[in-house]
């Protein structure tokens, strides 16, 4: 779920092509150290630090946004990018 939100939402520079995010390191809390590379620059490389708590937070409004879906009936999990 936190490899699929850094794919939405980080970026370098000006680009706007969604890069590849990937599990680095795991950190003992429950965070981790995520490794995104941009499809279209080879050479743009970047890591980012998503906290426990961070994690928890991105869980958290999934779930909720999730819940009137099954209420409704409709499918559990949303296509990435979808509101």
């Known amino acids: 779920m936190v490899?699929?939100?850094?794919?939405e939402t980080e970026r370098h520079g000006r680009c706007r092509t969604q890069p590849y995010a990937e599990l680095e390191r795991e950190h003992t809390d429950g965070g981790g150290r995520f490794k995104l590379t941009c499809r279209w620059h080879s050479s743009s490389r970047w890591t980012k630090d998503v906290t426990a708590r961070?994690?928890?937070?991105?869980?958290?409004?999934?779930?909720?946004q999730?819940?009137?879906?099954?209420?409704?009936?409709?499918?559990a999990r949303l296509p990435?990018?979808?509101d």
């Open 54 to 64: 961070e994690a928890a937070a991105l869980v958290r409004a999934s779930s909720t």
């Open 66 to 75: 999730l819940s009137p879906r099954r209420k409704a009936g409709l499918p």
């Open 3 to 7: 490899r699929a939100h850094l794919e």
């Open 80 to 82: 990435v990018g979808s």
